[in-house]
């Protein structure tokens, strides 16, 4: 789960992560924001009104949803299901409220907080992208700031200055995750580990030697 304040630049993150490493799955968000030029619906969005939107919060469709600036914005449940229980990894890029939810439902869900160079570089960015009124650039900077406040409940701390390292940084915590005890299948190594020890004991006692006990 990747979150960080609006304009930080998750997308750009998440989709050079997805360049490197791409057995990553992406979770698309549904949300009630109007579309920005150039977003497409069902790949960066699933572009929802709010009475939809409220129907899929009503048939549990939702993993999690909060209201972000004015908008819903919600994690649909069955994608997430699925891709888990095939063993996928799936990327997520939500907001502070809506990790801490995720976090409740799948406690072995990592958190990746991304920080922006500072917040007059926030700023800029978010000026930059040219597709948000100064009012709602205002209410997303008010946002960074409490959203950042809850730094401390992630596990990752990631600063985007660069891109080429903060992606670096992102594929070294998928890589690292990946190789957690707690994460691998231990029980099938020791399975099989031990059956061939049985198997190495037979031999050599069909050889006429006597294998000492430990
Ligand atoms: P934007 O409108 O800039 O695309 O996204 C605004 C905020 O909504 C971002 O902080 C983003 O992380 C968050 N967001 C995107 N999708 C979801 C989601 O499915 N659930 C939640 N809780 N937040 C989301």
Redesign the pocket.
Known sequence: MV????GVG?NRLITELRRVMPDLHYSV???T?PPRPGEIDGVH?FFLSQEVFEQWKQEGRLL???E??G?Y???PAEYIEHELAAGQTVV????T??AAQIRRRLPEAVMVFILPPSLAELRHRLELRGTDAPATILNRLRSAYSELQKMRDYDYVVLNDSLETAVNSLATIVRAERLKVSRSDYGQLLETIHQETLRWEGRLVEEGEHPCSV
Request: proline content about 4%; overall charge negative.
């Open positions: 979150s960080g304040p609006s998750k968000s549904a949300t924001r969005y999690e949803w909060a972000y600036c908008h914005y919600g994690t997520m890029d939500v907001e409220s809506g």
